[in-house]
């Protein structure tokens, strides 16, 4: 299984974008799904998961009521809409898999998804 990110590309800081993460198998071979990024020189940070199948999303502080993480079942799809792009949101962003369920104390742990994107890049310009 496959995961593939598109639409990164570079904005100004107010802009937005979305990242869309295709799954070469079914979604629903996995339980958990999430964006994380990478700065140069930082670690990797979770920045939002959500429960396949379920209700239950996860957001960290720093992207809460500007980024929404979203699936389209039909074409085994992922999406990430980022909204007013501040420059700290520059970074690498990469989709992971998992077949645990997300769990608000762990979705953001690396350790959790066995499966990941190649990445893509978001430069946030001030």
């Known amino acids: 299984v496959q995961l593939v990110e598109s639409g990164g590309t570079a904005v100004p800081a107010g802009g937005a974008l979305r990242l869309s993460c295709v799954v070469s198998g079914s979604l629903f071979s996995y339980t958990c799904m999430a964006w994380f990024r990478q700065a140069p020189g930082k670690e990797r940070e979770g920045v939002a998961a959500?429960?396949?199948?379920?209700?239950?999303?996860y957001y960290s502080d720093s992207v809460k009521g500007r980024f929404t993480i979203s699936q389209d079942d039909a074409n085994n799809a992922v999406y990430l809409q980022l909204n007013d792009l501040k420059p700290e949101d520059a970074a690498m962003y990469y989709c992971?898999?998992?077949?645990?369920?997300?769990?608000?104390?762990?979705?953001?742990?690396?350790?959790?998804?066995?499966?990941w994107g190649q990445g893509i890049q978001v430069t946030v310009s001030s």
């Open positions: 959500f429960y396949i199948g379920g209700t239950s999303t």
């Open positions: 992971a898999a998992s077949r645990l369920q997300c769990r608000s104390t762990s979705w953001y742990w690396r350790d959790e998804y066995t499966d």
